[in-house]
T-cell receptor
């Protein structure tokens, strides 16, 4: 099956801890994206990557970090510097930039207490 | 900044009725996309319409685009309870590398 996977589905952490969210795709897509969704809100772009070993900040990158060492993998680290990390995190991929449809993973719901 | 804004924020209809959602945006675009999100799940791509297209159909979905008014509409005909979801428009904001999503319309179809 081709698709994009995120793990885990639910994640709980204590305040002050860093946490890494996994995102893997086997669609052979070049572009990958991380979004944050808060209740009743749309998606806000955290980071995106158009190619391996390169990534750009989105609209709300502060307190987050990413890596793109492999084409199929784009992990997101939520650091202790992120002031309000509790949210639903969505990973997506596409063939190329902007104009192409994006394929989304099932999401990870992170709760920090 | 928010590029697309959906209207209404919430819509409740009976099964069999048509549902219309609107999206307005601010800057020129190359294309506009509509996505569906079931509660607690990832988004699913529904349809993409390019800036030189005025209307596009896919099954029970009909999308229109009016670039002079910077607006788009999504029509779901003969709605079903399974259509209950949030619907988002997304634009590439004039050839940007990224999509910008609106806040969505929450559609409830009552059986």
């Amino acid at each position: 099956d081709g698709g994009i996977t995120q793990s885990p589905k639910y994640l709980f952490r204590k305040e002050g801890q860093n946490v890494t969210l996994s995102c893997e795709q086997n669609l052979n897509h070049d572009a990958m994206y991380w979004y944050r969704q808060d209740p009743g809100q749309g998606l806000r772009l955290i980071y995106y990557s158009q190619i391996v070993n390169d990534f750009q900040k989105g609209d709300i990158a502060e307190g987050y970090s990413v890596s793109r060492e492999k084409k199929e993998s784009f992990p997101l680290t939520v650091t202790s510097a992120q002031k309000n990390p509790t949210a639903f995190y969505l990973c997506a991929s596409s063939i190329g930039r902007g104009m192409y449809e994006q394929y989304f993973g099932p999401g990870t719901r992170l709760t920090v207490t | 900044s928010q590029q697309g804004e959906e209207d209404p924020q919430a819509l409740s209809i009976q099964e069999g009725e048509n549902a219309t959602m609107n999206c307005s945006y601010k800057t020129s675009i190359n294309n506009l996309q509509w996505y569906r999100q079931n509660s607690g799940r990832g988004l699913v791509h529904l349809i993409l319409i390019r800036s030189n297209e005025r209307e596009k159909h896919s099954g029970r979905l009909r999308v229109t685009l009016d670039t002079s008014k910077k607006s788009s509409s999504l029509l779901i005909t003969a709605s079903r309870a399974a259509d209950t979801a949030s619907y988002f428009c997304a634009t590439d904001a004039g050839g940007s590398e990224k999509l910008v999503f609106g806040k969505g319309t929450k559609l409830t179809v009552n059986p």
